[in-house]
């Protein structure tokens, strides 16, 4: 069993920067690869970026490359989603999320936390 918290969401402008946190309970956590996935007002939830469980790999959405960041430090339980440039079609609540492997598809994944919401404002 693994629980997940988000934190980090909030209120930020165009071309500004976030960092959000996903920390788990668990001690199986180390083995579980991690992701991120957004769902605005309105609209299906839709995968941002995930990594492995070592950290070795990671993938992200098309239109996240170059932007998004995700990592991972095991020793804290906790994984990361740096979030720079930011746009105000970013905004929506994220999620994090666990599983044994990667898929890029939301229903895949076993666990997930309550959600962070992040607002950008043009």
């Known amino acids: 069993q693994v629980q997940l918290v988000e934190s980090g969401g909030g209120l930020v402008q165009a071309g500004g920067s976030l960092r959000l946190s996903c920390a788990a309970s668990?001690?199986?956590?180390?083995?579980?690869?991690v992701g991120w996935f957004r769902q605005a007002h309105g609209k299906e939830r839709e995968f941002v970026a995930a990594?492995?469980?070592?950290?070795?790999?990671?993938y992200y959405a098309d239109s996240m490359k170059g932007r998004f960041t995700i990592s991972r430090d095991n020793a804290k339980n906790t994984v990361y989603l740096q979030m720079n440039s930011l746009k105000p079609e970013d905004t929506a609540v994220y999620y994090c999320?666990?599983?044994?492997?990667?898929?890029?598809?939301?229903?895949?994944?076993?666990?997930w936390g309550q959600g962070t919401q992040v607002t950008v404002s043009s």
């Open positions: 668990g001690r199986t956590f180390s083995s579980y690869a």
């Open positions: 990594i492995s469980w070592s950290g070795s790999s990671t």
């Open positions: 999320a666990a599983a044994p492997y990667y898929s890029g598809l939301y229903q895949s994944w076993d666990y």
